[in-house]
């Protein structure tokens, strides 16, 4: 049936709601709270201008498309494209194909729509007709969140403001992972652990495949430890003794795989306080009273054998806690499976309930670990929807960590997502380059022999350099992630959402930014260099941007690195592990621009909640250069954290030899290498440093 006229209510900030009427029933992720509304009184924008055409109907919505417009997002159901016009596809979560696919597109032309709903979504955009976007609803309802930022970045916002912003995850998580092979025993996951500390690897966490318990794949709340394998003594399961506690006594991390398809409906609809019926005979039968009474018979047998209708699934997490677990890793299996004509616990089918289903996974596990372990929690997950950027971390599934699954993340930080990683490919040096630069890092030995160790000497010193880059460049993936939160925008950043107008980066799908100021590119050497002044890590070498050049690096490296004009990039001491030594000394690389740039290095505890509560601290730093002059400013650390007393040094990347460096009017003694075209200048103090050139 069609509808005339849609009813518009604004519910934020460039935020209206389109449904068939005043009084909408919405979606689960109204019901369970992944919407957001907001009381708001936008002036309601001209519909016609921003989609015209448009023709609504309960199931469908068509509206005609520009000539030049494109549409990008819908999270990870392609990695081979970042635009949309001219295909089919549609909503709905499967195993490899489209493990985080998500409703949510944004047009070139500067609006935003979210379907809102949990059903299968069919998407046409321009295909059949080449001038017309439609989407069928599979349940059958019309309701839909239009955005109007005007800008990828704006909308990215407003979208995450409506279905929850990132959550800044422990500081440790910004380490290199390694998880055992499934066949591990203990003597092994604590070998591993041992000599990743033997040669010199910085590492963060340890973790165990599906191998550790006794029932393969044990999706019921009764999972045990693996008794020859993991043989953990019953008069002592917490420890001291046991091979976590070793584990963690080496300053790692502890995590644990799981695989789930509990009824998690019954938490969600106790939380809002509704009661289900659960199966439940309260007496032992109607028997003949002559007769004898045969019980076994009287009892009703569910057809969810699994579930217990009463107890949470994060419940039986509590003991694998309290022996040292510090996260799960959420397996596809089998959250991302259909349960065709399973009857969930809330009354709704696997119609509605089978996309919905991670999300509810991620947020009970969130906010069981939040309250169970009074710390920051780390949800590692492969599956998501709408909203899953508030509560999960991700990496991109049982695909390796080639080319292709870049495609994946950068589809999905174009809905805001942050904390991403995949499945390293140690063996090749591409794969370590592109492994070791992502906002979160990962060796997944599965069921291989992945360690690094036994790669080879060349591919064992280059695991040695990228990962200890990487542990020095904590400080400033740390900052930026704290800044996803507060801005959502993403930590790894596709060039096209950073250069939404340059219509060469539309198509670059092998290279990223992560953070502001690093562009990584990955097994290909044709690089695209967007607007501004680029500088080669590897070998200092200049490209001017707005151009694609064929780049080479070196022998002992396996990817491109580029520091953006303006960069200021903050490495800090060399550590096994994060909270190893205090954060006492940091290099400040600085790449100065004609136009003032600025960073703000942001520093917490790493673990509690008591940053939303203030208790941090900021240092703004910022650099400009102005004629023959470079200014680099470093504040005071401001906030409630107490940091330690810091030396500070400096490296600042400049084509001509430096005359003087003063440090609050004082002159400093400094070098430079004409060949990179660098300057270093050790021990400065918290003020101005100037270079006179």
Not at 415 to 421: A, D, E, K, R
Not at 659 to 685: A, H, I, Q, W
């Amino acid at each position: 049936m069609r509808i005339e006229s849609p009813f518009i209510k604004s519910v934020g900030e460039k935020t209206w709601r389109i449904t068939a009427d005043s009084k909408p029933v919405g979606s689960a992720l109204n019901r369970y709270g992944f919407i957001h509304e907001k009381d708001n009184a936008e002036p309601f924008p001209e519909i016609s201008a921003l989609l015209p055409e448009l023709s609504c109907s309960e199931s469908s919505v068509s509206f005609k498309a520009e000539p030049d417009e494109d549409w990008t997002g819908f999270g990870d159901l392609t990695r081979t494209r970042l635009y949309h016009r001219g295909f089919k596809f549609d909503c709905w979560v499967r195993n490899v194909k489209s493990y985080i696919p998500v409703p949510f597109f944004m047009s070139t032309k500067g609006y935003a729509i979210l379907v809102n709903s949990t059903h299968r979504v069919e998407f046409d955009i321009c295909a059949d007709v080449s001038d017309r976007v439609t989407w069928k609803d599979g349940g059958r309802k019309l309701d839909f969140y239009l955005f109007n930022g005007g800008s990828f970045k704006e909308n990215i916002r407003l979208y995450c403001e409506l279905t929850g912003k990132v959550k800044l995850p422990p500081l440790w998580s910004f380490g290199l992972w390694y998880i055992c092979r499934t066949q591990a025993n203990d003597y092994e996951a604590v070998n591993d652990a041992l000599n990743f500390r033997r040669e010199g690897i910085p590492c963060d966490v340890i973790g165990l495949e599906p191998g550790w318990m006794s029932k393969h794949y044990e999706t019921s709340t009764e999972k045990q430890w693996h008794p020859e394998r993991f043989p953990i003594p019953a008069w002592c399961p917490n420890g001291p003794h046991n091979f976590i506690n070793a584990i963690k006594r080496m300053g790692f991390r502890f995590e644990l795989w799981e695989c789930n398809e509990y009824d998690l409906s019954y938490e969600e609809e106790r939380r809002l306080r509704r009661s289900l019926p659960v199966s439940e005979t309260k007496d032992c039968g109607n028997f003949h009273k002559d007769g004898e009474a045969d019980e076994h018979f009287s009892w009703a047998r569910p057809a969810d054998t699994i579930t217990k209708a009463e107890e949470s699934w994060f419940e039986h997490h509590k003991k694998f806690i309290d022996q040292g677990a510090d996260f799960f890793k959420q397996d596809g299996a089998y959250q991302i499976c259909e349960h065709p004509g399973r009857l969930w616990g809330n009354g709704v089918t696997d119609e509605e309930m089978h996309n919905l289903y991670s999300i509810l996974y991620a947020r009970q596990m969130y906010e069981g670990m939040a309250e169970y372990g009074n710390r920051r929690p780390l949800v590692f997950t492969v599956a998501g929807w709408s909203g899953f950027q508030a509560f999960s971390g991700t990496w991109t599934g049982d695909t390796g960590g080639r080319l292709e699954t870049l495609g994946g993340m950068l589809n999905t930080a174009m809905l805001g997502h942050c904390f991403m990683t995949n499945d390293m490919e140690v063996m090749q040096p591409e794969g370590i380059h592109f492994g070791y630069m992502l906002p979160w890092s990962q060796i997944n030995s599965w069921t291989y022999f992945r360690m690094p160790w036994i790669q080879g000497e060349r591919l064992l010193e280059m695991h040695k350099y990228y990962s200890r880059l990487r542990a020095r460049l904590v400080p400033y993936i740390y900052s930026w992630a704290y800044d996803s939160t507060q801005s959502s925008y993403p930590l790894l950043v596709p060039l096209t959402l950073e250069f939404q107008h340059d219509k060469n980066c539309r198509n670059v799908l092998h290279q990223f930014l992560l953070g502001r100021d690093l562009m990584v590119s990955i097994y290909n050497h044709d690089i695209y260099f967007p607007a501004g002044l680029w500088k080669d890590f590897w070998s200092g070498k200049l490209y001017e941007g707005e151009q694609s050049l064929t780049v080479e690096w070196p022998d002992n490296r396996g990817g491109g690195l580029f520091v953006r004009e303006g960069a200021i990039i903050p490495f800090g001491p060399l550590m096994q592990y994060r909270g190893e030594k205090p954060l006492d000394e940091i290099e400040l690389y600085v790449f100065p621009a004609s136009t003032e740039s600025r960073f703000v290095f942001y520093e917490d505890d790493g673990v509690s909640f008591t940053h939303l509560d203030g208790d941090f601290a900021k240092t703004a730093l910022s650099t400009q250069r102005t004629g023959n002059t470079i200014t680099v400013k470093v504040g005071s650390p401001e906030g409630k954290y107490k940091v330690p007393l810091r030396k500070w040094n400096l490296k600042l990347a400049v084509q001509t030899a430096p005359s003087s460096v003063m440090n609050n009017g004082k002159p400093l003694e400094f070098s430079y290498d004409c060949g990179r075209g660098e300057l270093t200048v050790d021990d400065v103090k918290a003020g101005d440093i100037v270079i006179g050139l």
